[in-house]
């Protein structure tokens, strides 16, 4: 009887997933996550086994061709993982599947010939003969290893040949990832002297090898700490093998350092003052979030994730670190995943140092063959740490004990292209079904994030105005729908908090300028008297001011300048933007309400109605005049375009190469360095006025990092906050340092408005080169949905827009959505015909942006 399996093609193109039968050739070697190779359509793809079946859905189906490595390429719990991804973003299977395997995988498959039947009679040709003699002399060779042999020879014609004859075997893997000798630094042992004599009398099978190893292993002794390899070479005339035997065996340790160029290295103690320092003693705080959360990897019982919630240095990594070394010390691995590594060079380094030698770094400046190799090693076992942006989350690792994401409210760990999802829910999906310990850590979770670690998992009152027995049907098919179900039993988290930095007093004041009382005093540039004076004083004393400037959603936003009023939609409230394609005008982009821009405003008859406009280039032209000795240095997209350009840009400003660091968004992330004593946040309502029901939150979000850069050592700090807005609730809490009292605000809203936690967003988006005709779809589609939605069944699922898209042309494409929003809007997307509607539509699940 044959065995049949499910195997998910590696063509992201094609969805769902195939029933294959595994010929008898193959019983045994075709299992769960391995990489086979089938033929589909015309042609022969390579594809995952998925699962055995008993019974294939049609009655002829086609065989597997060919295993092609003996070892999975995806773990039981990655493949559950998939799975669960696939239907929670609504994503094909196999597009998801393409994560998890490295880049240019099919690349990499070689072939091993081997031969079967010692040399045969019949006559062979030259190539054959020099085939066989290498084969009989080398045994099992790759294909890649033969081309070295035969140089500008096709012998793989002759090879199949003789594989047809019987005469040789052959068979698809995947090569062991390069020995990376070039990395490898230095050699240290790893056991007791003690135990070091006792094993050099069983080192090596010759004489020779015995003699090498035990003089190595003796040299390591008498050095006690970690050396060179070079030396341990000319010391005791071993080579690298012979490193890595005594490395297997568990007598030394080999430390490699990793391409990884970390730009404060150079900077010197100051801005390492902590790094390096082993941290005696806990704080009662980090005693007893590391108790909770060891005694979670400890007992399988209570397996909830962990929101760490504290301020930066607060000493989250610290935890972290010993969370790490508690799976470790279990045979377990860890994965750490940061919202850049290039950005967070602190955090990698701190890694690095307390796990010589066994942590692999994921990041986008590694090639394929290095992606490879790091992806071969996870594989292997042989790292215990995998630390890098989301994509590290898919690494193989055969035992995962901790998932860790670090600054988990970060944006970039959402996928924002196909297929799209969010690293953060992915790792406590993930931690689940691995049985691993998942920690969330930030100092300004999201507000989704921090409703599923409080207390109470269901809202108290109706978040959709609904009464009592829409309600109880509401919440009654959240709970009955097994996907919403599943995202409950995830979400639901426990948190912990750090409230107080270690080191430092407190966190640096803030002070607030209104920037309309600038504007009555006739100061009409982009900086207040007191950001002036500020940074004249600390120029003047020699340390280093950060200038930082919201990105997004500048020129957009329309306000009065005289008493700060922002024209807002009379249906929605949202903020109106300014729109310049044909004519002026301003429009909702929630509900298409659309008027001309107001000659006075509404609200205090001022003349001066203006768009909000600024970019980096400016407030950095600005500078230079008000201060021409004043170095600057802008990071910003333009700026950082070039490769490496985060490094080249940090390093300079850590060394004190420039005085004034004019950035965006990248100066949000976990950077420490010691000479900011000044941050000027140049004007904190940008981002605060647009269309969308997250912008609040990314705007304290990104104003509360920033704000936690400065002060950062005993030379202290503080912080000016410029606004048009100073009573905004965001401004207020960002000002305070005030994250649950925005929190509470902000969830109150939330539910007010009906959008997530307390409902779900499906966003729908078409693109097209033609206005006309991106328009013309969008309404065509909003008006079947709208009719299907108003059938019983779908009540309590509601359709916003058509709306032209915020960003409304991306890349020469026009951009229109569709929002659904309700308890659980992704079912809808299950009905028959709607599968066809969306056809050429972008569908993304619980969005993290409407813009
Ligand atoms: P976070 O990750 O929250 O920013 P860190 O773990 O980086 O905080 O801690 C901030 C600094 O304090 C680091 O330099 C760290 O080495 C140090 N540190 C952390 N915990 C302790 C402790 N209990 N005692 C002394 N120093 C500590
Ligand atoms: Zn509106």
Known sequence: MSTFVQIVVNIPAVSGIFDYAVPESLAGKAGVGHLVIVPFGKQTVQGVVFRFIDQPSLPEVKEVIEVVDPVPVMTQAQIALAESLAESTLSSLASIVSLFLPAGLNQQVDTVYELRIPDSASQKSTIESRLLKLLQERGPLRGRQIDTHFRKVDWRKSAGYLVRRGVLASQSVLPPARVRTKYIKTAQL????????????????????????????????????????????????????????????????????????????????????????????????????????????????????????????????????????????????????????????????????????????????????????????????????????????????????????????????????????????????????????????SATPSIIQRYHAERSPLPASSPLGLDKADEHRLLDQQLRSARVGEELGVRNMKRLDLPHRIFESGLPPVHVVDMRDELKAGQRGIFSRLLLHELESTLGRGEQAILFLNRRGTATYIFCRDCGHVLRCPNCDTPLTLHLEDKERLLCHQCGYERGKPKSCPACGGRQIREYGLGSERVEAEVSAAFPKARTLRWDWDTTRQKDSHEMILTHFANHRADVLIGTQMLAKGLDLPLVTLVGIVLADVGLYLPDPFASERVFQLLTQVAGRAGRSERGGKVILQTFDPANQVIQSAARHDVNGFYQVELEQRKRLGYPPFARLVRLEFRHQDPVAAEQEARKLAGKLGELLTTDRWKLVTVIGPVPCFFAKIAGLYRWQIILRGADPAAVLEDGPVQAWLKDWRVEANPISLL
């Not at 071993?238 to 290295?265: H, K, V």
């Not at 590391?290 to 979670?296: C, Q, R, T």
Request: glycine share 8%; proline share 5%.
């Open 190 to 441: 790893a056991v007791s002297p003690d135990v070091a004599e006792a094993a050099l009398n069983d080192l090596g099978k010759t004489e020779s090898t015995q003699t090498r190893r035990g003089k190595t292993l003796q040299f390591l002794v008498r050095v006690k700490e970690a050396v060179n390899v070079s030396w341990v070479y000319a010391e005791s005339g071993c080579n690298l093998a012979d490193l890595q035997e005594l490395e297997e065996r568990g007598l030394i340790r080999l430390f490699e350092s990793e391409i990884f160029r970390d730009p404060l290295e150079r900077v010197g103690r100051e801005v390492d003052r902590y790094t390096g320092k082993q941290v005696d003693q806990l704080t009662p705080e980090q005693s007893f979030a590391l108790e909770e959360i060891i005694s979670a990897i400890t007992s399988p019982a209570t397996r909830l994730p962990f929101l760490l919630q504290g301020v930066t240095g607060s000493g989250k990594t610290e935890i972290y670190l010993r969370a790490t070394e508690e799976v470790i010390r279990r045979g377990k691995q860890a994965i750490i995943l940061v919202p850049e590594i290039a950005l967070t060079p602190q955090t990698v380094r701190r890694f690095l140092a307390r796990f010589p030698g066994q942590v692999g770094l994921v990041h986008s400046k590694l090639s394929e063959g290095e992606r490879y190799d790091t992806w071969r090693r996870a594989r292997a076992g042989s790292l215990k740490v995998v630390i890098g942006a989301r994509s590290a989350l898919f690494s193989p690792l055969p035992n995962i004990g901790l998932i860790v994401a670090d600054e988990c409210h970060d944006s970039s760990f959402y996928q924002s292209e196909p297929p799209f999802y969010h690293a953060v829910t992915a790792s406590q999906i993930y931690a689940r079904l691995a049985g691993a310990v998942c920690i969330l850590g």
